[in-house]
């Protein structure tokens, strides 16, 4: 009887193998054992992937101009530089607008407080001076950027008028904070897809080059427009810094600062999924939810708030001598302290708590409690207080504490933790940062910080951990 076979591997080579014969098998076992080991380390590294979560969800809130929008670039730009850049020239139209909006914003300034040089039925005033010669003839050769606004508009938004305010308002100095265009979800796709289509491409294309030219043409003159001690008085009168609005700077910055500073006011719930871009990230995108953050549009957050791994408030320090774009009766650093106890004391982020808390890890890593606060718009608070603007004459409990950037940033800290100690049901961490969200290298540092956190947040929320 024939003794049972036994598999070997490799098997052992015939009796008869010449050299060269030994030489190809060999060779042949180690190419074998070469794919084996790859094999086995793509399955482990399989493995290891399954283990972390393939999504990290973020959810950003906070009242309209908190900078919402622009942290979500600033996150676009840290992990998907290539699609950042791929997106950057559908911003160019906006771009364009907020920076007409602004030049006519400040046209429609010098009419208001020159009637008489616009109208010639009224008489001048002690309070209305003709305007000076220069300035007449500035407002004059830039008096086509009206148009150019209007057809921008309508390029971008379609038919429909970007905002459902009268032109009066429009240019009225009360509504500067209101420099923005509405835009429904979704709209760099919109303006993406429009591009695909050739005659609007065609037309497109042409509009812009018009748009360029006469950008290009005004350039000068929208400079000198804005260095006139008139102009900056004006600003100054109503307590607006020129920094504070998206076009209202000095014009022809880089592409990088001119999108991070364009502002489309955002409409509803919009979901952008971040792909990372680098292998060596532990999540592999992150979806971050941009809402809507007027009044009339806060109704919407709360369907996201179980669902979220974490939660971004954005508090624009910045504005605490403004009042909201859509009730000048309301304090916007008033609104948004409420807000922030809103958020800190909601029943439905309890229930989220409840059900994540379940991780077994005592760093209980909830959606709520990984509330993450960014005090933002430093810069403006900064240059406010140093023209001289006393925080205590907005908020009088800061009584006679001195009037600087360091103090009052420090009050309003303490202000916002106050109410996450006070209002929250149960005892939760609240991670603040001071930041300016156009300054991409300072808040690169802040997304690095808590990169880790959203992590730790999705791979509990996961029960990984
Ligand atoms: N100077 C300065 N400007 C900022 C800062 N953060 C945001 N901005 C600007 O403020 C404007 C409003 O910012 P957005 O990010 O659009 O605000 P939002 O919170 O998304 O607003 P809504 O979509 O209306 O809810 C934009 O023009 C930004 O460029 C900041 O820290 N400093
Ligand atoms: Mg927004």
Redesign the pocket.
Known sequence: MLPPRRNVWPPPPPASESDAERADRIEAEREAKRVSNAIDESLALEREQRKRPSNAKILLL?Q???????ILKNFQLHFAPKAFQAEAEAWRPVIHLNLVRSVNFVLGLLEIRHPSTYSHDQQPTSSDSPLSGHLRRLSLSLAPLRQVEESLSNRIAGSRPPEDISEADRYNPAKASEI?LRSGSGWTAFLRFRRGSTSTDRNDKAEETQTRRILSACAADIMTLWAAPEVQQGLRDREITL??Q?GLRVPFLSPLDDI???????IGPEEHVINMESTTENVRSWTVY?M???TSQRLAWAQFFDSVHVIIF?APISAFNETLAENHSVNRLADSLKLWRTICSNKLLISVEFILVRAPVCLSASAASSNRQFL?????LTRKIQSGIRFAEHVTSFRNKPNEPKEVIKYLSDAFATINQTYSPRKRKMHRHV????DTKATSVVINDIREVILLNALTATNIL
């Open positions: 906070g309209a101009e908190s900078g919402k929008s622009t923005s920094q504070e998206s991070l500073r364009a502002r489309v006011h955002t941009d809507g953050g007027s954005l933002n718009k430093v810069d403006i930041t300016c969200a156009i």
